[in-house]
């Protein structure tokens, strides 16, 4: 009984271990047909997904470059400042000014200086001013009026000091907001005073590098050009009538009288204050002349 009973459940733990076994062994192989189907089906669709999301960060990159591209290339364009100088012979000075002033009118331009001089032949001298986008418009109106002598144009790049410039008044700005917020949470007075006496330097740094920048970006914006019409037909001297001549010529006869007895004048004077020494020379001469005399007879 006692063996059969043994028997039993040797048996019965034998059964419960093949059944354990076989249930450890059910999910594995679950899990395997499931690794291979998904393995068989899941790549592609996730292929898939990467590539598409790919190529949507890609077009968004594009739109975005292409969009930072039209932001930042006015900001690159070259900041150049013109200057141009023109000579131009003309038949009627006055008819080529009277041109130049409609011209600079037309072109929005203004006139900033305006020299007449001349007397055999006239020449004005024009400093004029016109919006750079017209500089070459102006200059092709303004050879019309006569003929060229001269031209030449001359062009500076201020790109880097205009980015040099503004970073600058970035970082003075910046400094003057640290200040002020510095000034606001002091409490001592020798503080405040050396806080605000920093805040009103760089203040003063402030306004003249924003004064810079505008000089320089009114520059940017406006060319200058300096221009000068020559008359092509020198003019004649005028002769002067005969009554003037012939009273220039006796003013001249007058002034040289005058002249030549005030000579007369101041050579008596020096012979009278050299007299006694005269005096003595002309003494000694007699006295010589006699001896020679008497040693000769």
């Known amino acids: ?99 130049v002033r409609e011209i600079v009118a037309t072109q929005q331009g203004d006139v900033l200086s305006l020299n007449d001089t001349g007397e055999r032949q006239r020449r004005i001298t024009f400093s004029l001013r016109v919006p750079q986008d017209r500089l070459d418009a102006t200059l092709d109106a303004l050879t019309a009026i006569g003929t060229v002598r001269s031209r030449a144009i001359t062009t500076e790049d201020v790109s880097s000091q205009l980015v040099d410039l503004q970073a600058r008044l970035s970082n003075a700005r910046k400094s003057e907001e640290a200040l002020q917020e510095i000034m606001s949470r002091s409490g001592e007075i020798s503080d405040v005073l050396e806080v605000s006496r920093e805040l009103g330097n760089v203040r003063q740094n402030i306004e003249q590098m924003a004064a810079q920048q505008k000089n320089l970006q009114t520059q940017v914006r406006y060319s200058t050009i300096n221009l000068t019409l020559e008359s092509a037909i020198a003019l004649s001297p005028r002769q002067p009538a005969v009554s003037n001549q012939l009273k220039t010529s006796w003013k001249a006869a007058t002034q040289s009288v005058g002249e030549f007895t005030t000579d007369l004048l101041q050579l008596g004077l020096w012979l009278l204050a050299y007299s006694p020494y005269l005096a003595v020379l002309l003494c000694g001469a007699v006295v010589a002349r006699r001896v020679r005399r008497s040693r000769a007879s």
């Not at 898939?48 to 960060?57: F, G, N, V």
């Open 1 to 99: 009984m006692k063996r059969f009973c043994l028997v039993l459940l040797t048996g019965s733990a034998i059964a419960l271990t093949g059944l354990t076994s076989c249930a450890s062994q059910m999910p594995e192989a679950s899990l395997s047909q499931a690794t291979s189907a998904d393995a068989e089906i899941g790549p592609a669709p996730l292929e898939t997904a990467i590539e598409a999301k790919s190529d949507r960060s890609s077009a968004q990159q594009v739109a975005q470059a292409d969009k930072t591209a039209e932001q930042i290339t006015p900001a690159e364009r070259p900041q150049l400042i013109k200057r141009a100088n023109l000579v131009l012979s003309v038949d009627s000075v006055e008819k080529g000014f009277e041109q």
